[in-house]
Structure formats: structure tokens, C-alpha cells
């Protein structure tokens, strides 16, 4: 066919479509398929692919994390889920040759959970979502983040079990949860990164949360002791390296 302009919106609001098929038009080339359609839970799109231009598959992910972490409550989320905006100009996501490097959402008003889908930003570098009030247990695909360096995730309502890390982070923050049981670490020099938790004396759990590669211990009083690092007041009341 020959239909041009942009694509309408309105078509990923069809719950009953189970087949879009649009290509070989005249759509504008410069402009992003809307995201609810890139999002479109019926079986085929076919503009949607994984090297597509009209979908990024970046933008997808980061709107199934928005979803999940009740987007619509935030304090800022300029841009977040525009229908046809680029993802890279949405309120804390940071690029870096148009993928995305960081994702800075601190003290924000997050809630619900972290998307499963997390494990897909594949060149994520720093993920920052300290001071909100996320809940559930962290997603495994984290793991899937082989150029992650820094992790912070304190002062939120975590809890359960913190997933086995195979990556090596320069920084991850974690005090201020209720995890449990053992974390387990990728550590290759415990004296160049910084490692925080809530492994200190004493504690909200009959058992003591466990992080031997930690260099800082916080207990439920939020105070914290150092290992065999000197003492930096900005890491351990959450401020970025």
C-alpha cells in the first residue's frame, strides 16, 4: 500500500488485533513506530524486530520497567512512555551511542518491582535506583548485565534471596533492604570496589545476612562498619562514587 505519515497510535489500543502487518508503505522514515504498538501483546508485528529502527527494543524494555515499577506514581517522568519520543530523552536514562549506559532514577517514587525485562538493556553500565520504595526480590536476569559496574539499590523494601552474581561490579549498594541468606559476589579485588549490605551487627533476622566480599556491614540501626577500607561517609549514606 501507500500509506504514509506516521503510524497511528490507536492501533496498538486494539485489543482484538492479533496480526499488524505494515510494511512496504510510505510511513516516515524519521519517526519511531508509537510504543504501544512496539509493545503490542498480539502474536506478530512486523515492523518489530530485534534490529528494528521503528521499535528500538531498548524503548520496549524500558516500558515494561516503567509498567512494573508504577511509572504512572513517579515524582519526575518527563518523556516516559511518550508514544513517539526517543527513549534516550526520557527523565533518567542516559545514553551513550544511542544505547542505554545508565538508568539514574534515585528518590524518584518507584514502587512495584523490578521488570524481569532489566536484563535485557545489554549495555546498562550503571543502574541507580536508590530511595524509593521498590518491593519484591531482585530479578535473576540482573546477572544479564555482563558491562555492569555499579548497582544501587538501597533504601528500598527488598527482600528475599540476592541473586548469585557472575558480573564484576565496582560498586553495589544494598543496605537499607530486607534481604537474607547469602550474597554472593564476583569479586576479583575487594580492595578497588565497594560492596554494601545490611550484614551488620545487629540485625532484623534470627540469622545474619552474609556478604563476606562486603567492605561495608550496616546494621538495622543503619549504622555501618567498614572491613579493611577507610571510612567514606558519601558511600555509606548512598551518594554515587
Not at 546494621?219 to 577500607?229: Q, T
Request: with cysteine.
Amino acid at each position: 500500500n501507500l500509506l504514509g505519515g506516521k503510524i497511528p497510535s490507536q492501533l496498538g489500543g486494539i485489543i482484538s488485533l492479533d496480526h499488524i502487518q505494515l510494511r512496504n508503505n510510505k510511513f516516515d522514515n524519521g519517526l519511531l513506530a508509537p510504543l504501544s504498538l512496539c509493545a503490542f501483546s498480539g502474536s506478530f508485528f512486523d515492523l518489530r524486530d530485534e534490529n528494528s529502527t521503528w521499535c528500538p527494543k531498548e524503548r520496549t524494555v524500558l516500558k515494561y520497567f516503567h509498567d512494573d515499577a508504577k511509572g504512572v506514581e513517579w515524582t519526575s517522568h518527563e518523556n516516559w512512555v511518550n508514544e513517539y519520543s526517543d527513549h534516550c530523552e526520557w527523565f533518567g536514562v542516559i545514553c551513550s551511542s544511542n544505547s542505554v549506559s545508565e538508568l539514574m532514577l534515585t528518590n524518584n517514587g518507584l514502587s512495584g518491582r523490578i521488570s524481569t525485562h532489566i536484563g535485557e538493556l545489554q549495555f546498562l553500565e550503571t543502574l541507580d535506583l536508590r530511595d524509593n520504595d521498590i518491593q519484591g526480590s531482585i530479578p535473576s536476569e540482573i546477572d544479564n548485565l555482563k558491562g555492569l559496574k555499579h548497582l544501587r539499590l538501597s533504601y528500598n523494601g527488598f527482600i528475599g534471596q540476592f541473586p548469585e552474581l557472575s558480573i564484576t561490579l565496582e560498586s553495589l549498594q544494598l543496605q537499607s533492604n530486607r534481604f537474607s541468606g547469602t550474597i554472593l559476589l564476583s569479586s576479583s579485588n575487594k580492595t578497588n570496589n565497594i560492596y554494601v549490605a545490611d550484614c551488620g551487627t545487629p540485625s532484623d533476622f534470627d540469622d545474619v545476612l552474609s556478604c563476606t566480599s562486603c567492605n561495608y556491614c550496616c546494621n538495622y540501626l543503619g549504622d555501618c562498619e567498614k572491613s579493611d577500607m577507610e571510612y567514606d561517609p558519601d558511600i555509606l549514606l548512598g551518594n554515587p562514587l
